[in-house]
Structures are given as C-alpha cells and as structure tokens.
C-alpha cells in the first residue's frame, strides 16, 4: 500500500520568493516514482517533475526542483523565483515502479502568490 | 500535449440514469487510467487497463464499469448514477518507463464535470 500526506493545506508567498511545499510518503515497494502535478483555477492536471527512488540527484525542471530525502520518505517541491502565475493546488503522488503504475495522490496544497 | 480528449466536459444527470464517460486518446499508449477527484480527497483511481479489454478496478471502483474495446478509446460507465457520483473525472495515460523518453509520467485529459442531481 502506498500513501501521500501533505500537510500544508494552503500556503501564501510574496511573488519572487521560494516556496517549498511538503510531501511524505509512505510505501512497501522497494522502487517507487514521486510526481508533483499542478492544477490551475482552469481545472486541467499539469506534471510538473518526476523523481525516481533509485535517482541519486534531486530531479530539477526550470524554477522547479524536487528536495528528495529518501531516509526521512519526504520528497518537498521547491519553487525559485515564484511568480503569480504559481497560484495553483498542487498534488504530490507516488506510484510502484511495477505492474500498472498506479498513481496514489495526496489531499493537495493551495498555493497563492501575493503581489 | 498528450493527445487526450475527454467527452463530454460537462454533464447534468439525474440520479438513476446511465451516464457513459469517454476518453480518447491519439498517440497509441498502452495505459489508461480514470480518477476521480472530490474535495479533501485528492485524486482517486477508478479502473485503469493495460490493454484492448484487460481492465481491472483501482481504489473506488464500485458503481462504476469500464471498457476498452480500440486502444484509443477507455469508456467509463455510471450504470446507475448516484448523487455521490458527483465529481470531477479525469482520464489519464502513461506507457511503461523504459519505451519512450519521459514515459514514466502520466498525463491528463482536460477533466469532465459531472453532477448528479
């Protein structure tokens, strides 16, 4: 059984700062991915950055990087340089790296960029 | 872009009626998924198949009924619906990592919004 806690449930940030969203995991499998996707007011699901358990660097894409700690089961998304367009919700998930790949979300955090 | 589409968009039933969801995809992937997303839950997986009529039920899967009969069509059925019915459905497709670059990533369709009143 996998599960997905974040434990942020809204985060409010000054355009320009970073923002770090929180994301522990629990699972059995000795292989694993972690995804964050972000979803707009618009509704659509957007993947933002994948991490592999077996990866041995913290995955990046562009402002987006993935603070992953492998001991402690947390894989937090950091935002550099946050912009008003980062005002989303944002889900951290987890799949095994076997069978259907399955993903497993958790509740989500709201982010809003203040001006 | 994926190449997903998802059918209708939105939708207003009433509580007993059919109601089918369709998804459609336009670059072969084997994968193909259905959540559901509810305020404080998430995204939760329905049934997903792995292939032209292998489907099998994921984590909230009573209620609902799925087929796969063109790998580009994942279709999934509310044979009767009810009010908890009432939700945001996404469909979703991935390939299994290793095949293509990026494939170990699913990707979304545009969602469809169902109320069931």
């Known amino acids: 059984a996998q599960k997905i806690t974040q434990t942020q449930p809204g985060m409010f940030v000054q355009e320009k700062e970073a923002v770090t969203l929180d994301c522990t995991y629990d699972?059995?499998?000795?292989?694993?991915?972690l995804f964050w996707y972000k979803q707009p007011s618009s509704g659509e699901m957007i993947f933002l950055i994948y991490?592999?358990?077996?990866?041995?660097q913290n995955a990046t894409e562009g402002r987006y990087s993935l603070n992953f700690q492998k001991a402690r089961k947390s894989a937090n998304l950091v935002i550099s340089a946050s912009q008003l367009g980062d005002s989303a919700m944002y889900f951290c998930?987890?799949?095994?790296?076997?069978?259907?790949?399955?993903?497993?979300f958790g509740q989500g955090t709201r982010l809003t960029i203040n001006p | 872009d994926a190449g997903i589409t998802q059918s209708p968009r939105h939708k207003v039933t009433e509580t007993g009626t059919p109601v089918t969801l369709r998804c459609h995809q336009t670059?072969?992937?084997?994968?193909m998924y259905w959540y559901r997303q509810d305020p404080g839950h998430g995204l939760r997986l329905i049934h997903y198949?792995?292939?032209?009529?292998?489907?099998d039920k994921g984590e909230v899967s009573d209620g609902y009924s799925v087929s796969r009969s063109k790998t580009e069509d994942f279709l999934l059925t509310l044979e009767s619906a009810t009010s908890s019915q009432t939700s945001v459905y996404f469909c979703?497709?991935?390939?299994?990592?290793?095949?293509?670059?990026?494939?170990?990533?699913?990707?979304f369709g545009p969602g469809t919004r169902l109320t069931v009143l």
């Open positions: 979703a497709i991935s390939e299994p990592a290793g095949h293509l670059k990026g494939t170990d990533t699913q990707y």
């Open positions: 198949s792995y292939g032209v009529k292998d489907t």
């Open positions: 670059e072969n992937h084997r994968y």
């Open positions: 991490q592999g358990s077996y990866d041995q």
């Open positions: 998930a987890i799949r095994g790296l076997q069978g259907a790949q399955k993903l497993v």
């Open positions: 699972t059995s499998d000795p292989s694993y991915g």
